[in-house]
């Protein structure tokens, strides 16, 4: 019976590992992608800037509608792939004494 035991557990082990994994594998290829659409956001609009600066200067400075819009997607993305998804003991039992009282 204890064979049987440790062949579970060393089962169970193994599945856990798989899945840490491929949250890790996962989460690596977010933050990737990222920083992909981070340079093509700087590239693009580093672009548009260089040719509104030298079709003439003195024109309303239009590159902003593009870098505030697509900023906010960027943002929205660069929290998607930073932000903690799991929670500290610290904020769950905070959250645990705040429902108490």
Known sequence: ?????????????AARE???????LKQLKKRRD???????YALVNGFFV????MIDVHVFFWPI???VGWGIGLALNAWDV??????TEEQIQREIDRLRS
Do not use: C, K, S
Not at 1 to 13: G, H, L, P, Y
Not at 82 to 87: G, L, P, T
């Open 50 to 53: 260089v040719l509104w600066a």
């Open 65 to 67: 509608f593009p870098i």
């Open 1 to 13: 019976m204890a064979i049987n035991d440790t062949d579970q557990a060393a089962r169970d082990a």
């Open 82 to 87: 930073f932000r903690r998804d799991q929670f």
């Open 18 to 24: 798989t899945v840490v994994r491929e949250q890790a």
């Open 34 to 40: 990222f920083y992909g659409h981070l340079l093509v």
